[in-house]
Structure formats: C-alpha cells, structure tokens
C-alpha cells in the first residue's frame, strides 16, 4: 500500500506541475520568429530595444555582439533571401526546360519529316502512292506468269512460247518489279521518289502496249499462215488436175496417130 500511495502522489504532483508551466511571451523571441518566417523585417522590433539615449544595458548585452544583424533582410522569403532565389532559379530552370523542351520537340519534327520524306520504310504510308501508284502498278507487283497467256488460242499461245515472247515480256516485267521495289524501299527524297514512279508507269505501260500488240500480232500471224497454207493446197491440188489431163491428152493423141 505504501508503494502504490508513493505512486500516487508522485502522479498528482507531477500533473500539478504541468499545469503549473504558463505559456512563455517574449516579444523578443516572438519577434524573432515573425520577421524570420513570414513578417516584413522591421528595425523597430528588434527587443530589448536601446532605450532611452541607448541605455539599455540588455540591448547592448543582446546587439553589442551583433551590429549589422539589423540591417540585413535574413528572411529566407526576403527579395533577396535564399528561398526566394531558389524559387527564381527553379522558375528560370523550368523556362529554361520549357525552352528546350520546345527545341527537342521542333527537332523531333523535322527529323520525323524527313524520316517520312526520305525513308523507304514509310514509302507505302505516301498519299500519292496511297491513292494513285499502288491501282496503277498492282497488276506488275501482283503479276501471275502462269496465267499472262490467258484468252489465247492455243496455236496462239505455242507461237508465243516459241517464238521467245513470253521469256521477252517475263524478262522486262520482273525487271520493271525490282527496280519499283528498290525505289519503294531504298532512302530516297520523296520528290524524286515519285518521279521514279511516273518513270516507271511509263515504262510499264509502254511495255504492256508491246505486249499487248505482240498477242496481236501472233494472232494476225496464225491467221496469215492459215490462208497461206490453204491457198497453196489449192494451187497444188489445181496443178495436180492439170497435170492429170495433160498426159491423158498426150496418150490419147499418141493413139490417134498411132492408128493412122
């Protein structure tokens, strides 16, 4: 019992001393606080102040040590305090990084543009080619050469194949195919990206005007050589029956004067 009733009393004296502790007011310290966190830096309330004549011996015991500490701004928000700085200097390093930011950006573009001008890994991306070139050369980059002699004759299409035409177009075909694949592939300006392709269309149409002609011209060919072959049975087949009378002509004169 005697424990818990020193316990006791050590608790209610303890307590009493806490409400004993009265809030410290020191204009002083106070002061001091305000101007270095957030207040204007005022001469004025500088505490102890220098009394009358300047005979206060706490102001010289406080300031006599610290002369100038009046005359200087040390709020860290101050027109020229450290905080204040660095808020300036991260507001001119963020401008500064906007700045760039803006440059890296310009340069990220125009590199983008001439990566879509030049570079034949977009060249199928090209309106041009989008809307126009690819129509136009879809029959040669899709061509079937097992199936380019069909709607031909078959005497036609012997007269193609013997006659080298066929090794002839298939030869130019995949070449005007390979040169379109390295002008769509290869790094190239864009302008003259698509002079080559209306270079090549060019050409390509001319090729299939000749070919086209040739089949023509097979088909005329056959048609020829079917008359010419039918005419000449006939004048030998004249020729055969003129022959015939005229050694029945030459018997039958021999026999009349053979009678004589």
């Given at each position: 019992m005697k424990k818990s009733s020193l316990i006791f009393l050590l608790l209610i004296a303890i307590n009493g001393l806490a409400r004993a502790q009265k809030k410290i007011n020191d204009e002083s310290i106070r002061y001091q606080q305000e101007r270095m966190v957030f207040k204007q830096w005022d001469q004025n309330k500088f505490k102890p102040s220098p009394g009358f004549l300047?005979?206060?011996?706490?102001?010289?015991?406080?300031?006599?040590?610290h002369r100038d500490y009046h005359k200087h701004d040390l709020r860290p928000?101050?027109?020229?305090?450290?905080?204040?700085?660095?808020?300036?200097?991260?507001?001119?390093?963020?401008?500064?990084?906007?700045?760039?930011?803006?440059?890296?950006?310009?340069?990220?573009n125009m590199a983008l543009t001439q990566v879509t001008a030049y570079s034949g890994l977009v060249s199928d991306a090209d309106p041009l080619?989008?809307?126009?070139?690819?129509?136009?050369?879809?029959?040669?980059?899709?061509?079937?050469?097992?199936?380019?002699?069909?709607?031909?004759?078959?005497?036609?299409?012997?007269?193609?194949?013997?006659?080298?035409?066929l090794d002839w177009y298939?030869?130019?075909?995949?070449?005007?195919?390979?040169?379109?694949?390295?002008?769509?592939?290869t790094t190239l300006e864009r302008g003259a990206r698509i002079i080559t392709y209306q270079r090549l269309l060019d050409e390509y149409r001319i090729?299939?005007?000749?070919?086209?002609a040739k089949k023509q011209t097979a088909r005329q060919f056959i048609e020829l050589s079917e008359s010419s072959d039918k005419l000449k049975k006939r004048h030998i087949s004249l020729s055969a029956s003129q022959v015939t009378r005229s050694d029945v002509q030459i018997a039958t004169d021999i026999l009349s004067h053979s009678k004589l």
């Open positions: 300047g005979l206060n011996p706490l102001y010289w015991l406080t300031w006599a040590w928000l101050s027109p020229l305090g450290p905080q204040t700085l660095r808020l300036a200097l991260a507001a001119g390093l963020q401008n500064t990084e906007q700045a760039y930011k803006l440059q890296t950006d310009t340069l990220r080619w989008l809307l126009y070139y690819r129509h136009q050369f879809q029959p040669l980059l899709y061509q079937n050469d097992a199936r380019l002699l069909d709607g031909l004759a078959q005497q036609e299409k012997d007269y193609v194949i013997r006659s080298k035409l298939l030869q130019e075909s995949h070449a005007l195919a390979e040169r379109l694949n390295a002008a769509r592939t090729l299939q005007a000749g070919w086209e």
